[in-house]
């Protein structure tokens, strides 16, 4: 799951079709076992939004602060946990070219310090993300 620090190991890459001056909300389906980090994230999904050439739209800042194009762990201290939903996240799409592609990237046990608390008998399991439209933003009214 992990080997050094921003580097993904796990991926995805999705057709999709979003408008242009959109805006939609998402969640992920997961649950863990014994994978649990203080003051660190277990994991996080960051997605970029792509165009039918393959050209970047959008994309999460990279960065360890919570921003409208990735999904996190909100329960990064508990070990185990049923079947969970993330909370919404609403993000935008540009205006400009229309979304065909949706490209995500697991990071696990991102900004911990080594050892980290993934384990060989750790889990994770990620099931589907939930996209949906909830109107336009006000950038494209």
């Known amino acids: 799951m992990v080997i050094k620090q921003l580097e993904s ?3 995805f890459e999705i057709p999709a079709k979003l408008a242009p ?4 909300r998402m969640k992920a ?3 863990k076992d014994k994978l649990g980090f203080y003051k660190n994230l277990a994991w996080k999904i ?3 939004l792509l165009s039918a050439d393959g050209r970047t739209i959008a994309s999460g800042n990279g960065y360890n602060i919570p ?3 990735s999904l996190r762990d909100p329960r990064s201290l508990t070990k185990t946990t049923p079947w969970l939903r993330t909370e919404y996240v609403h993000f935008d799409v540009p205006p400009g070219p229309e979304v065909s592609k949706i490209r995500g990237k697991l990071y696990a046990a991102e900004y911990s310090h080594p050892p980290s608390g993934i ?14 439209p909830v ?3 006000h950038l494209a009214a």
């Not at 001056?21 to 939609?24: H, K, L, S, T, V």
């Not at 384990?119 to 949906?132: A, H, Q």
């Open 9 to 11: 190991l796990n991926g």
């Open 29 to 31: 389906l997961y649950r």
């Open 135 to 137: 109107g336009t933003h």
């Open 46 to 48: 960051d997605l970029e």
């Open 67 to 69: 921003d409208q194009y």
């Open 21 to 24: 001056g959109a805006r939609y």
């Open 119 to 132: 384990k060989e008998d750790s889990v994770l399991e990620l099931g589907p993300i939930t996209i949906e």
